[in-house]
């Protein structure tokens, strides 16, 4: 009788595969939800504890209409930081859901470094909000990328993960593979702002069948911290040259030493 003992098997196996799925589910329902970014025990899942709440360092208007640092007080819609007179960058707008510190810290290094993917999602969410200037569905949205090999190594871009869930929450055109790294660079952590300039110059490339593409349109350049905006700045400069309208970048925290508070 081998083909019913196959149909038995075969049985047997949804079977198993049905009950170890519900019993995720049961386990699921069973765990209490945590905080994303401390573990503490909260009420709703995808949330922050009351602590990490209040520590989160949020950023919020009113702010530098370039860069996206916080003014200490309201000066008006459009008003420029002295630095982003005195040094306007290449981008059009710079901005950020939060300070690189405390909880937010905390959130890039377990996107990153502990693989902690579903991150995604909440951190885009709080991207989304502070995008909100320039994200549309109109928006072409566009992560920094990684040289193949550190893709390789990581086995996935962080920055992709999160223009991944912008462009879900935002209605805009998500194409991860626009930009491309030639060359593999150093990391950036460590090197003042002339070295990392030097570092990306040249780094960056368009997908040359997406040349065509990019003609036009707004372009939201995401990644997960912003710093001195060297990289980001190197790929702006490649997405004006292929016919970009405009270029404005999208990060979950920035950790740029002159972007406090103005
Ligand atoms: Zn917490």
Known sequence: MPQLSLAGKGLVGIAGRWSRRAAGGM????????CLACTAV???PGGLCADCWRDMPFLEPPWCARYGTPFSHDIGKDA??????????????ARAATHYSGPARDLVLALKFS???????????????AGREFLGENSVI??????RFRLWQRRFNQAADLARAVAELSGGTYVPTLLHRKRRTRQQVGLDAAARQKNVRGAF????????????KQVALVDDVLTTGATVSACTKILKSAGAAGVDVLTFANADPAGVLE
């Not at 566009?142 to 040289?147: G, N, S, T």
Request: proline content about 14%.
């Open 80 to 93: 420029l930081s002295p630095r982003a007179i005195a040094e306007p960058p290449v981008f059009d707008r």
């Open 142 to 147: 566009v992560p920094v990328p990684l040289h």
């Open 27 to 34: 386990l699921d329902l069973l765990l209490p939800p945590r």
């Open 205 to 216: 490339a368009i997908r040359e069948d997406l040349e065509g593409f990019v003609y036009g």
């Open 42 to 44: 909260i009420d709703q």
């Open 115 to 129: 693989r902690r993917r579903e991150l995604a999602g909440p951190m885009g969410r709080w991207m989304v909000r």
